[in-house]
């Protein structure tokens, strides 16, 4: 978002990098093969034309969607995981998200019992007997858990006190920027609306 967005004056001599660093980022960014990543990007991205062109963006975004399903539910490919693509879609293992609900069930369950205020901090890292000493000792986590969930993981930590708190401080970041989309641009809301995708992104 911040390369996409940035005013060329802020940028100054060096405004020409921006292909070049914007191209370097996409092919990172399809070289890790990471889902979230693409769907922060694309979504941030979008809300970036979504403010900048108003109506028109909203057309264009449709219409892309529509090619992509178009193009996914009509495509003769009979095993996408061979494709380029199917780094990203991994169909074999979509139905649990890479394993991801499986992960989330076992947040659910460590949790049961203790909805309310969780487990403690850090507990959410400790479901598979790692031990928080020795992680403490190397400064890292060791053998620690991963329910790649925040939102999973801050219920097992805090409990459903601890998931609101998160949760109002997405509405109020999402009340922001939707008050962002709605008034009129300057510079400032420029540079605000660059940090709300950023943030968006990372939300996705």
Same mark, same amino acid.
């Given at each position: 978002?911040?390369?996409?967005?940035?005013?060329?004056?802020?940028?100054?001599?060096?405004?020409?990098?921006?292909?070049?660093?914007?191209?370097?980022?996409?092919?990172?960014?399809?070289?890790?093969?990471?889902?979230?990543?693409?769907?922060?990007?694309?979504?941030?991205?979008? @809300?970036?034309?979504?403010?900048?062109?108003?109506?028109?963006?909203?057309?264009?975004?449709?219409?892309?969607?529509?090619?992509?399903?178009?193009?996914?539910?009509?495509?003769?490919?009979?095993?996408?995981?061979?494709?380029?693509?199917?780094?990203?879609?991994?169909?074999?293992?979509?139905?649990?998200?890479?394993?991801?609900?499986?992960?989330?069930?076992?947040?659910?369950?460590?949790?049961?019992?203790?909805?309310?205020?969780?487990?403690?901090?850090?507990?959410?890292?400790?479901?598979?007997?790692?031990?928080?000493?020795?992680?403490?000792?190397?400064?890292?986590?060791?053998?620690?858990?991963? @329910?790649?969930?925040?939102?999973?993981?801050?219920?097992?930590?805090?409990?459903?006190?601890?998931?609101?708190? @998160?949760?109002?401080?997405?509405?109020?970041?999402?009340?922001?920027?939707?008050?962002?989309?709605?008034?009129?641009?300057?510079?400032?809301?420029?540079?605000?609306?660059?940090?709300?995708?950023?943030?968006?992104?990372?939300?996705?």
């Amino acid at each position: 978002p911040a390369l996409v967005a940035a005013p060329r004056r802020w940028l100054g001599r060096g405004a020409w990098l921006r292909v070049p660093a914007l191209l370097l980022a996409g092919t990172a960014l399809w070289l890790s093969g990471s889902r979230s990543a693409l769907i922060g990007t694309v979504l941030s991205v979008c @809300l970036l034309f979504l403010y900048r062109f108003g109506f028109a963006a909203i057309l264009v975004v449709a219409c892309g969607t529509l090619g992509i399903y178009v193009l996914a539910t009509t495509s003769d490919i009979e095993d996408i995981e061979d494709t380029s693509a199917g780094r990203f879609m991994r169909t074999k293992h979509i139905r649990t998200l890479s394993g991801r609900v499986e992960l989330w069930q076992e947040g659910f369950d460590a949790v049961k019992g203790h909805e309310l205020c969780g487990l403690g901090w850090g507990s959410s890292r400790l479901l598979h007997g790692a031990d928080a000493g020795e992680s403490l000792t190397h400064g890292r986590g060791v053998g620690a858990s991963n @329910l790649h969930s925040t939102h999973v993981q801050i219920l097992v930590d805090l409990g459903v006190l601890g998931l609101a708190l @998160l949760w109002l401080l997405c509405a109020q970041v999402l009340w922001a920027g939707w008050n962002l989309l709605r008034q009129g641009r300057s510079e400032r809301s420029d540079a605000s609306m660059m940090v709300f995708a950023c943030f968006v992104a990372t939300l996705a």
